[in-house]
Nanobody
């Protein structure tokens, strides 16, 4: 069974940092692009960051460029999202997802498997 489990969320003050982890199992991790998404109450889900398989190329939403960094460890089947300079508008539930197309897509569509999410709250 395919599983993605997020961890690392919490409450942090504006300007602080958090590191999210996405531990995966049940599929060939190294053949998938992995993305991070977020959804705030009353808002649509949005793509935040993605990392491709192979060359580890990355894709970021404009709102997080320069502040968030996505990375992957294929030996651990895990993807990380380092979030720095956090802002109150980053408050949301963060999800990781796996796409069996190995290159990140700018339309943020077509992800096959999803985790349950981890809450990130940034206080002002």
């Amino acid at each position: 069974e395919e599983q993605l489990v997020e961890s690392g969320g919490g409450l942090v003050q504006a300007g602080g940092s958090l590191r999210l982890s996405c531990a995966t199992s049940g599929f060939t991790f190294a053949a998938y692009a992995i993305g991070w998404f977020r959804q705030a109450p009353g808002k649509d889900r949005e793509g935040v960051a993605c990392i491709s398989d192979g060359d580890d190329s990355t894709l970021y939403a404009d709102s997080v460029k320069g502040r968030f960094t996505i990375s992957r460890d294929n030996a651990k089947n895990t993807v990380y999202l380092q979030m720095n300079s956090l802002k109150p508008e980053d408050t949301a539930k963060y999800y990781c997802a796996a796409d069996n197309y190995p290159v990140c897509k700018s339309n943020w569509r077509g992800y096959d498997y999803w985790g349950q999410g981890t809450q990130v709250t940034v206080s002002s």
